[in-house]
């Protein structure tokens, strides 16, 4: 069996595993994004959290926002937990291991794709049209995908050494929710500009709302510099993946 079959097959039994007793399904890819938009809506609207302009109904700008964030947050703790999840089959199989990582972000992948309906469904509603470039979006979050990849390689092999490597994970996805304009827009100038101006995460999300919503890119170096930071973070990742690869039966 070759690593694309056996990814699929892992991916079917996950989707499967996760699906089958569950009451409502598919439709909680649904309501994750939408309680912290609901959520962080409120407050805008009762003035506690004040966002600015954002071109578009809030609700439209923050839900794109969330399902982007929701690919990286999401995908990293999934991809970290991919390899002792499977350790048993680690120990018992000689298979190529990267095929759980990637099992694992495919369910991501999956639900996102769920979650852009959402977003089609959220534009109807508030009659907030595309720009043309929308049919670019998946190109956008291609990116978004290999830095995400990338860094849950090297936190897979990270956390088989050290379990407390999951916990950090949820933490500093947390924390880095605010230092990335998931829920307002980019500063355009002073200390946080500065500060978003050197996460790579800035100019994916930035990237996408443009072709979605403004027909081009505003910021086309925060998104190639972006780009070429996920490629090699993914070239890296799987490297040393492959690497250690041989060692993992015996650390688990």
């Known amino acids: 069996m070759d690593g694309r079959e056996l990814t699929w097959r892992l991916f079917m039994r996950e989707f499967s595993a996760r699906y089958r007793q569950s009451l409502l399904g598919i439709a909680w890819a649904l309501i994750s994004p939408m309680v912290p938009v609901s959520t962080f809506v409120l407050l805008n609207r009762a003035g506690i959290f004040a966002v600015g302009n954002t071109g578009v109904p809030y609700p439209v700008f923050a839900l794109l926002g ?8 999401t995908g990293l703790t999934v991809c970290t937990g991919a390899l002792t999840s499977g350790g048993a089959m680690i120990v018992k199989i000689n298979f190529p291991k990267e095929s759980l990582v990637m099992s694992a972000m495919g369910q991501v ?17 508030y009659g907030t049209k595309p720009a043309w470039s929308a049919v670019l979006l998946p190109l956008i979050i291609l990116p978004l995908v290999m830095l995400t990849c990338g860094l849950g390689f090297i936190l897979s092999i990270a956390n088989l050494v050290i379990r407390d490597t999951a916990n950090v994970v949820l933490v500093a996805t947390t924390f880095l929710m605010f230092l990335t304009p998931v829920l307002y827009p980019a500063p355009v100038r002073g200390v946080a500009a500065r500060i978003m101006a050197c996460n790579p995460l800035t100019g994916l999300v930035v990237a996408a709302r443009d072709v979605m919503f403004r027909g081009y890119l505003t910021e086309p170096r925060a998104f190639l510099w972006a780009t070429g930071l996920s490629v090699l973070c993914l070239a890296v990742g799987w490297r040393l993946f492959h690497l250690i690869e041989f060692k993992m039966a015996e650390v688990v």
């Open 66 to 73: 969330v399902t982007l964030w929701q690919v990286f947050a």
């Open 109 to 125: 992948v999956f639900e996102t794709s769920v979650r852009l309906v959402l977003l089609a469904a959220m534009m109807a509603i």
